[in-house]
């Protein structure tokens, strides 16, 4: 049995993300996520912006996070996200979150892992099935 | 066996907190969680901010949201908390959040559910004991 | 001469505007401005959720603040809006934002002084007139 | 006269960054002009995280922006940034806030020019001198 194939991407902590504990504000992992989601979307087939114009809304319907360690400003930052199951109208995705490793460090840190459902909606905001073109781009990764 | 007494708190929707598909944007629900936590706590003992002076920090460990109706631009919203589970180190606190009735509707509608767990950390950082009275003060809302 | 009404909305800061500096992000400022903004709008006319509904998007058109202390997590702040001058196609609404007084504290601090300036757009997102009526309701604060 | 050197940093918009007139809510560019200074000061000195550690926080001490044109939701951007002036305890960064351009576009498109105006500030946030090393380092740019 094969793992789902991950998509990344990487950036910096921003300071308007921290709170006064001196570490990332728990509520933007979640921002995070949705960022790692919309390139794995990207990557295998139309863009989120290009399916919300095409009338498939993806709603989050449900979320889980753990968090392991705490981000802090200015940290380098990897997002990684795979797809878990996809059904006819929901689609759950899963992300790890790791620090990336400094030069005295010898693999990245695990900070949070997550899972999202998504509900595919049209326009009118009522529920529809994954268009199967959808389905098959995103099966395909 | 009793319901445990729960906390309420009353806004409206921020602009800042819709996103373009005109709902508001998902993490936003966790930071309404976090303002019912801090007003249970305020009314039950120590004000929040009171006890990150004296040395106890409650970090989120993990979240279980679900998301029922999506809250909009203005609407009159209640945030409702109430506890769950204490331990010796962490303090599961659950959630509702409700659109307030119109007046041409009968009764709120609940719009999330959620489930945070937050462990007590020193100022080091380091996972400590919930302070005795705390957990009572918690205990006896 | 008189001075401009003003309009005020009362509320306390969230864990989440706060920053690694212990204060508020200073971004977020805006956002309180443009609640306070809402509210004057809601107060004096149609509620800005209704103007959008009819076709009249205000989008900011230019921003000045001022920061003269900070806030902090939890404190109690109030801000306040009048409009400085309104013209065919834009509106120019001022606000200050002031900690309410402690206990010990004589008279409110006050925070952030700011200005921004407001454009009339239609659903197109192209420039339009203020309604006339607007205007009525705006200027008879 | 020779014009100020120029940071630059680029990324696409989020999501979590719209609101729902569909464009980037106003109070997020400047997110994106922190972003932008703080790339600056990482490439010409000590990084700002550096800074803080070594006690000296830049507190914003004044903004004003001007919006042209919206962002929209994945937009590629580019945020610039340079120096205005330096003074004793101040310094004012300059910002320009572009949107790359398409295939089929010429040139990038300007969204928003802004300027912030810092102040330096102790671990105990009084305002104190810039280290000279820093004004040394930001001059040289």
């Known amino acids: ?3 789902p194939p991950r998509t990344a991407i990487e950036f910096r902590v921003r300071y308007a993300e921290t ?3 001196g570490v990332v504000y728990h509520a933007n992992y979640l921002v995070w996520c949705e960022m790692a989601r919309t390139e794995l979307i990207r990557q295998r087939g139309p863009s989120y912006a290009e399916l919300e114009r095409d009338g498939v809304l993806l709603a989050v ?3 889980s996070m753990r968090f392991h360690s705490p ?5 380098p930052i990897r997002a990684e996200s795979w797809i878990e199951e996809i059904r ?3 689609v759950t995705f ?3 979150i790791l620090r990336l490793e400094d030069p005295g460090n010898a ?3 695990r900070l949070v892992t997550a899972q999202t459902r998504l509900i595919a909606l049209g326009h009118d905001t009522r529920p529809r099935k994954l268009p199967p073109e959808l389905i ?3 099966e395909n990764g």
């Open 19 to 21: 709170d006064q504990m």
């Open 61 to 63: 319907a449900d979320v």
């Open 88 to 90: 006819s109208r929901t």
């Open 1 to 3: 049995m094969s793992t």
């Open 107 to 109: 693999a990245p840190e």
């Open 71 to 75: 981000a802090r400003y200015d940290d």
């Open 94 to 96: 899963a992300y790890e």
């Open 136 to 138: 098959h781009a995103l």
